[in-house]
């Protein structure tokens, strides 16, 4: 219809939409600064002058109540806190779903106070949200006597605090010219009961619009990389950010944000995507357990807890657990649970507690046959994210600038073994790699000076690196059987770093017995005997699979300074709560 | 086609199934007995006949070698270890696939030995099995020269050892009549090529048919009826079982029962259509942290851990961090999660770890819109179960009984407040709750004896009670606004047995720190500041949700003697392995 987007119009102020970040409560958000110290002076100097605004808003609500107070309000049953014993009895309507269809008509709505402000005596604007950043303008203007809204009213809804929840009445209607600022731009609500479900408090800690820019800095002071990425993106943003720490510390506030609505969607996503994929290929879920008997992959790294009379583990992987499921008889198995790391690391790509999404299926002639359904994982969450979420990937990169990730062509997937890896940056690589070995594992600044490398070479941010060295994987790793020095394992790559281990396993007892003794453990002790026992019990099929972990992918592919703000509740060795 | 159900014929002994459990490696299997002493006896003298049979059978396997040396063997490439550098190049096929069109062609097929055994010297039957018990039967007989079947062959095959992984190519055939013993019954194979892939041991210590039956005994001495039921469905089945213990000591051989696959296959298919139900409602997923900085709920039963230099908890549920994400901007959201309980419980009902399935939500104007919202879930659930897994809940009640789970009408859902269930017991239940109080939580005992009044009355399984009395509830529980001695919370119960606990919680962070003083304790102590803080931070609208215990559903659907039998890998106080 032609009427949908209408013409451009000269502006009339009175319906003009409310400035940004003009109403009050969010005095306190542009406060953290770069370095401490002038974080803190910024700070005090803010809260003083939002506090200024504050008592000067009090005196001036004081006064407009003492002057309406002396006029008899003839709308006073539609506005104010709700009424328990009563109900706005128009359909209630999801701002998502308002239509051409309801222009004209009364509808109820719900949402979060994104804005408020007088418009002189008689007009109000308010800015409505609904989950998934959903945004609509309200205006609302005196009327003589038996209409529904007094002046008391336009004051009172003029005065709401910012993200106060409210319950409303009104009627849709098209604006003069679509509403820029919000995202339901085509309509407007015109006012006719709003009610205070739930008030918001005199201050925000941190403002919706601080929480929608890039983080300050990051929770601790050597992270390196991602500290100057934080701080390179805050400076491209042009206003000043709140740190992790302060968004972590205001959770409802941080998640209210429409950047983190969108990294929680895109995670959700994955996660599905994962799901959907393995589930459509006969893989079946399973949960492995949390606790564990014995601290199976060796003593460090690991929680520990007194368990009734006896110690108890947090398990590091449902490594062991996924290859049970085997050995009991399913094909194809996958899960998806929180691991557990009691790794002191202070870095953006650490959590003591994360998502893992696991994989497992029996090897019917070669363990590449795991290798490509892994491969296929990916390609499928990279393709299905670039169209299904184009909006929110926008979105975020205008807060976190990110360049493309390249996905190589369907059939062309880029697989290097270990050894063609180390050699690519022994020859072309950064001179501090010139004398890399092919028999040792590969640090982060190796791994990321590769990606570059390949990058530039097969345009490719996704690739595999396979055959890695014996020294470099646990006892359980089939040995490749035409080199014993390397072993049917690879690690899965996005933009240099890696997101996933895995490989073939070892399914007879005698092999496993003998790698095991290598290592220089014992195939009976506790934790490893009832691993080995399970081989010893049955015939297995051979098999291998891998471990994603869910918060790197998405920090990867978005290229966030941190996964910390890809997790709903972030675990670090300085951070448990909230 | 008329052709695939072939007439009855006079049996060919030749072509009949082999003997159940005649083959050898079963033997320990039906040791467990009843009681202890006599478990140990049996047990005992099971061990010497097996041992003495396999002596035998090695007596016998040598002599049958030692001849068959004498001779050529002209099939030797046909069978034996898998060859490293040979495959079979036939297509593989999954027994689930195999179909008419198969007849007459050769396929490669994968899968377990269930039985072996020779019928005469130059003739050997095998089951083999695939996951989710899909079975079918080989053949093979010696041909002359230059065919791919030698004696010797024959003789390997008929003495592949139960439960080994082999590989194998066949050509199908239509078996004279249908193989009743094999879940494909209207094709057979005839062997050309058998490869060990994986040789299981000379004796199981759990056999495929006992893991099958019904437990003999639980875990634990004290668990009353559990334990009775487990005991009088032993007695039904015919057969004497393993202990539980038994059972989850050996993993792999407990997980390949059909009856376990079947329980894991109807687990995953409640956990799916919890998400999916929510998701098609605009529900999002989320995960809640496992660890936690402050015992939240009060310091009893929870786990607790050195974490850093700090302490760390394992929680004991979501429901801090669902209502997080409310808080947060979600309308919806639901998550399937780990929850632990330090509780030292020895019962068939608990666990120390378990999965959760939680959901929350945004009221808009009644907390019953929550209930129904749980009810529909369920409903989803149950009459999806009994359209989708009809065979599997046949197979399942072969081995423990059950009566048909009674649905409510649509439309006509059983709720009850908790003083008309009290009301109900007084009245119609048996004399010792003659006396019981509306102020009180029920007991277990209660529970079950309301669950039989109300089956009867209403010819429901499945109930609600709603209006729990204040002090049968936590501290973020909604008082009734008219009652205030009750509140806005309801169990869901299942056969006399609650699986749901849930009800509206407070928002306005007044009321909460009055309910919390009110339960004598702090609203700025440790674990609670935090919680009451998200309440303070912002406005959060009305909500409500509820926590189903994963196990807990399928155990009492399926009226299972313990929640153990549902869980991957059950976690008690007295078992932290496998």
């Known amino acids: ?47 003083k002058e939002a506090e200024k ?61 994104q804005n408020a402000r007088m418009q002189g005596a008689k007009m109000a604007f308010l800015e409505l949200r609904e989950e998934g950043a959903w945004t609509v303008q309200g205006v609302v203007a005196a009327s003589p006597e ?76 050597a992270v390196g990389e991602g500290v100057e990425k934080a701080v390179e993106n805050l400076s491209i943003a042009g206003a000043p950010g709140a740190s992790l720490a302060t968004h972590l510390n205001n959770p409802a506030m941080h998640k209210r944000a429409p950047i983190s609505q969108a990294i929680a969607d895109i995670r959700i996503a994955v996660e599905d995507y994962f799901c959907e994929y393995l589930k459509a290929r006969r893989f079946k879920r399973f949960h492995p357990p949390s606790l564990i008997g014995a601290a199976s992959e060796g003593g460090a790294n690991v929680f520990a807890m007194n368990y009734f009379d006896k110690q108890a583990y947090l398990a590091q992987s449902p490594q062991f657990y996924k290859q049970f499921e085997i050995a009991g008889g399913r094909k194809r198995v996958f899960c998806v649970h929180p691991v557990f790391r009691a790794e002191n690391s202070n870095t953006p790509r650490h959590m003591t507690e994360f998502m893992g999404l696991d994989m497992e299926m029996e090897i ?24 299904e979420f184009k909006e929110e990937i926008e979105l975020i990169r205008s807060v976190y600038p990110s360049e493309e990730f390249l996905l190589p062509e369907s059939g062309k997937e880029v697989r290097l073994t270990f050894a063609e890896g180390q050699a690519l940056l022994r020859a072309e690589g950064p001179p501090e790699f010139a004398n890399v070995s092919d028999d040792e594992d590969m640090t982060t600044a190796q791994e990321k000076a590769l990606g570059a ?28 059987p035409e080199n014993p020095k390397v072993t049917n394992a690879y690690d899965f790559m996005m933009r240099g770093q890696e997101i996933l281990s895995g490989g073939q396993r070892l399914h007879l007892p005698h092999e496993l017995e003998a790698t095991i003794r290598a290592k220089g453990l014992d195939p009976n002790q506790p934790g490893l005997k009832e691993y080995v026992d399970v081989f010893r019990s049955v015939g297995v099929p051979p098999h291998g699979g891998g471990g994603i972990g869910l918060d790197r992918v998405i920090a990867w592919y978005l290229n966030l300074p941190s996964v910390q703000l890809v997790a709903d509740y972030p675990r670090t060795p300085k951070r448990l709560g909230p």
Not at 58 to 75: I, K, L, N, P, Y
Not at 475 to 480: G, H, I, K, Q, S
């Open 1 to 47: 219809m032609a009427s949908e987007q209408p013409k451009e119009v000269p502006t009339d102020p009175a319906l003009a939409p409310p400035a940004e970040g003009a109403a009050a409560g969010e005095a306190g958000e542009g406060a953290a600064a770069q370095s401490k110290k002038g974080a803190k002076k910024a700070e005090a100097k803010a809260k």
């Open 53 to 113: 605004a504050r008592k000067a808003a009090e005196r001036e609500a004081a006064a407009a109540t003492q002057s309406a107070a002396a006029q008899e309000d003839h709308a006073k049953e539609n506005y104010g806190d709700i009424p328990k014993d009563k109900k706005i009895e128009s359909a209630y309507v999801m701002l998502r779903d308002v239509s051409e269809e309801h222009i004209g008509k009364t509808i109820k709505l719900r949402g979060w106070i």
């Open 146 to 221: 038996g209409k529904p809204v007094s002046k008391q009213m336009v004051k009172w809804i003029g005065a709401l605090k910012l993200e106060s929840f409210v319950a409303l009445e009104a009627t849709v209607q098209k604006p003069l010219e679509p509403v820029k600022s919000c995202k339901v731009s085509l309509y407007e609500l015109h006012l006719t009961k709003v009610y205070l479900v739930a008030p918001a408090p005199e201050m925000l800690s941190l403002g919706l619009a601080a929480a929608g820019r890039a983080v300050s800095n990051l929770e601790d002071e």
């Open 364 to 387: 019917e002639e070669h363990y590449h046959e795991v290798l490509k359904m892994l491969e296929g994982v990916f390609i499928y969450i990279f393709s299905k994210l670039a169209v």
């Open 453 to 480: 490398l390949i990058r530039k070479k097969y345009k490719s941010d996704f690739y595999v690196l396979d055959k890695f060295p014996v020294d470099a994987r646990p006892f359980y790793a089939m040995p490749d």
